[in-house]
T-cell receptor
Framework: SQTIHQWPATLVQPVGSPLSLECTVE??????LYWYRQAAGRGLQLLFY??????ISSEVPQNLSASRPQDRQFILSSKKLLLSDSGFYLC?????????FGPGTRLTVL | AQTVTQSQPEMSVQEAETVTLSCTYD???????LFWYKQPPSRQMILVIR??????QNATENRFSVNFQKAAKSFSLKISDSQLGDAAMYFC???????????????FGTGTRLQVTL
């Protein structure tokens, strides 16, 4: 069966510091991968989508970037965090029309 | 652009009773997918049920079932025999059947918080 992992689970970072969140998927090949952000009390907003290694599409221009160095690895990064980057970050994978989510990372920028 | 509306910020149900969560959506597309996700306090989004728009039959998964009204653009979730573990935020989501790339994204409603009481 497929499983999706995210780490770290929780992160507290100062403004201006770099960021790296990692997502890995097991049990499937060539998945479509997504990064979403959830602000407090809100639904999810798509940040990035990847259909394959090195192929990244951005939904919303912002302070973040994404990379896919391996088939089942998806990384969310920032060179300098802003206060507004705080939130809950969820990675998801899909093979067809259904998306399955990882456990998420809670990011607090102080 | 598609929108998803959940008009009930909070709902409450007694254990073993039945509750229905409402969702409406707006789209000009004829083929799409609709989902209900559950987000417990752990905050992981868990798929509850999935409906394909071209299928008239309502989807069911054990105690969970939907009432899909395509003409009315309505997609409600019914939870039967509610259990304490059902307490969570429930999100309705839409996905275009035509979407590729970022158009394959899920569009979420704002969620309904379900409380289950003894």
């Amino acid at each position: 069966s497929q499983t999706i992992h995210q780490w770290p689970a929780t992160l507290v970072q100062p403004v201006g510091s770099p960021l790296s969140l990692e997502c890995t998927v097991e049990g499937t090949s060539n998945p479509n991968l997504y990064w979403y952000r959830q602000a407090a009390g809100r639904g999810l907003q798509l940040l990035f989508y990847s259909v394959g290694i090195g192929q990244i599409s951005s939904e919303v221009p912002q302070n973040l970037s994404a990379s896919r160095p391996q088939d089942r690895q998806f990384i969310l990064s920032s060179k300098k965090l802003l206060l507004s980057d705080s939130g809950f970050y969820l990675c998801a994978w899909s093979s067809l029309d259904t998306q399955y989510f990882g456990p998420g990372t809670r990011l607090t920028v102080l | 652009a598609q929108t998803v509306t959940q008009s009930q910020p909070e709902m409450s149900v007694q254990e073993a009773e039945t509750v229905t969560l409402s969702c409406t959506y707006d789209t000009s597309e004829s083929d799409y997918y609709l989902f209900w996700y559950k987000q417990p306090p752990s905050r992981q989004m868990i798929l509850v049920i999935r409906q394909e728009a071209y299928k008239q039959q309502n989807a069911t998964e054990n105690r969970f079932s939907v009432n899909f009204q395509k003409a009315a653009k309505s997609f409600s979730l019914k939870i039967s025999d509610s259990q304490l573990g059902d307490a969570a935020m429930y999100f309705c989501a839409y996905r275009s059947a035509y979407g590729v790339g970022t158009a394959s994204k899920l569009t979420f409603g704002t969620g309904t918080r379900l409380q289950v009481t003894l």
